[in-house]
């Protein structure tokens, strides 16, 4: 089971100590799609224009999901989230999301720039919901990370293509 | 704006009334995939049957984050869910996810759903990061509701199919 | 200590018991000011124009902050709330807050609304502290609640009029 | 929009990025009032005598509410809080309520002050509305801070006086 | 596996479906003592004499705690309780906990009555901890329950008698 | 009062002021045992063998459970806890439960290590009420501490025996 650092020699699932660990900056990139009718679209990028922005709530949504991390992932280390920020791109059939996360501590913020982006996402479902029911939520993935021991990591193909 | 059912007529989001809607029986049904390394995969699987089991693990955080859901999408409402149920099939590629959740209540359980399935992913994300951070997670939809005033939704296409 | 209902008659604070109360519709109102530099103000509203609101952000914060409200007031009862809404009024030296919530419940929703306009008021606050650390929150109280065995409560002063 | 820093330049929200700004020590301290009738006040007092006391219910919901202050705001900050003490003060027809925060961080703790402060407000609007529904809780403000690279506030003005 | 409930037919983990069962009020009873040096239990009932009251702190603290039981215990339904008290007794080397939780719901409020129970015990430890580190909290059980389908419980022993 | 350090002079309650400790690597150790029928007791390792483990889920209840301790502890500092390792050892009549935290931080992680133990003993409970109601929690105490002013704390006797 060596493999899975959750898990101890026994196979016994565990918060992994990283005490000994140096305080380091460290940032982590995360994307994902929502799919969506382009008329629903339509609808979310004229809601920008006039009052009511779906994206603004999906974004603050998302920034505060990533503080909550630590409470829905059950294996992650509570941080001191140091900046996070959420971009929305259009394309030509979905919203691309892109959430960047900062902290100075013991361990990375992959999982709370990925929680981010599912949170927000969510909430684009949840805010054009009753408009088209059948959106989907894809291509939730780490882009970047750096900072810790693990050392860089730079995801090559482009997850989030327009479709 | 009249299509957003979150904004009112100026625009600005709101939590909706439904003070006056019945209490009814829903269920909600969502899916999703997490896509992954072959081996990483095997790994997974590998750990249901000695000790250390990463899906349960990530069925715990599912039905815990369903319990969570108001609390992370801003314009839910709060509900006393009644039932959760996650399940997960092994496909070629990828976990499948599903999420089954009920509430006897005056509103609908989608978000529950999607939120349990959407954690449930990454916390299959969490817990195996260490020996794939390229893991990605896809295809997180709707695809069954009833009860309540909209009726019933059936997802027709196959959301989360092999690849 | 009779006439404080959190407290027992050996004055030990308690959630009261409203197992036996009927469920009934509940609404309850409150309202508050934020007073601050009419340059602060002034910069509040041009930020509704552009991107980057101000008021959204703290609507989201104050509906979000009342479905907490059970875990910051020691001897609340959770409550499945069915409606919040938030709106603000330009005055000369402030911004005016208003929340309405609803309940079908067995208890009131006074808390919830007057959490809603505490949580938007911090929430401007916080958003405006750079440019201005003098801001004071003021005059946050109920105006209107109906509904349940205490009746009708409607206050009659203006609480929070121009200054 | 550049004064706000809450906002980038495209005025869309964020989590201002600290993570370079050094660590240091920081206070910040927050003054609100509860304006009630006089029996209510004195009931309150009373309350202390006997067992059964209204100002440490609120003391305790205070202390507990500064520590969720970074899940009401969207944009605070998590911290590791190292310090809160609330007081209170009897006025001739008001409760003062006075919070002081403390934190060895990247960032200030102005908010968790006013929302300490915010929250012993409610929770003696709570404990007491059985016999006062119409109490108003005002001039919550901030009224020192010290530590980080903004130096030092003091409020020049008294804004919570005997009225 | 039959016979734990919280397990469907492969075992694997669930929430209980309850989405059919009848609401109906129900009651739970559940005891706990702390165990300490006579002179910790001394300084505990003094406390209550002048300001700085130990046990008033624990109480507030298991009626919190016993509202947040749904997001600690994996598989417990979320609930909106009704009405919580938790009395204090005087032992000789300890002070027993007995808290009453009461729902009118699906299901029952066992689990809330020994959360409430658990917490306010570990609130008596953490107050008391700078003077005894030693403290031993013990005989946390369900003592009453009724309401429901399962009928009446009623404990027949003592559990938590003078030590 | 001065024994009781989160009391001030006055007899209030206080978060105590840790912000000039200096930062170091603390550990603490905690145990306590679930009481029950033979035949639960059972049930409960045959859980393991099959699918659907009953300590597994306890284990994830405990971890995530010390993550909330210091939102259920009044006046518990909150800490970015380093590492949390649950171990269950069978008993003749009970599960032994054993937690053990790390942080580098402020202020010790006593409480952490006993809300891990308790969550996971409740969690345990609920699983298994069905079958057995009478179940007993106790001896939940500290058996170790290290790091902070306060030096080494090692329990002398066994708190936890076979019974």
Excluded: W
Excluded at 97 to 103: D, L, N, R
């Amino acid at each position: 089971m060596g493999d899975f650092s959750h898990f101890n020699e026994q196979g016994e699932s565990r918060m992994v100590d990283v005490t000994d660990k140096p305080v380091t900056n460290r940032v982590a990139v995360a994307r994902g799609q929502v799919f969506m009718k382009e008329e629903t679209l339509q609808k979310i990028y004229d809601s920008q224009i006039v009052k009511g922005n779906v994206l603004e709530v999906a974004r603050l949504a998302g920034i505060m999901g990533a503080k909550q991390t630590h409470q829905l992932i059950p294996l992650c280390h509570p941080l001191t989230v140091s900046g996070i920020e959420l971009s929305f791109y259009r394309q030509q059939k979905s919203v691309l999301i892109e959430a960047a996360v900062k902290v100075s501590g013991q361990t990375g913020v992959e999982m709370e720039a990925l929680t981010a982006v599912s949170v927000a996402a969510l909430t684009i479902y949840d805010m054009c919901k009753a408009v088209d029911r059948a959106m989907v939520i894809s291509n939730i993935c780490l882009v970047h990370k750096e900072g810790g021991a693990s050392g860089l990591f730079e995801r090559k193909d482009d997850p989030c293509p327009e479709q």
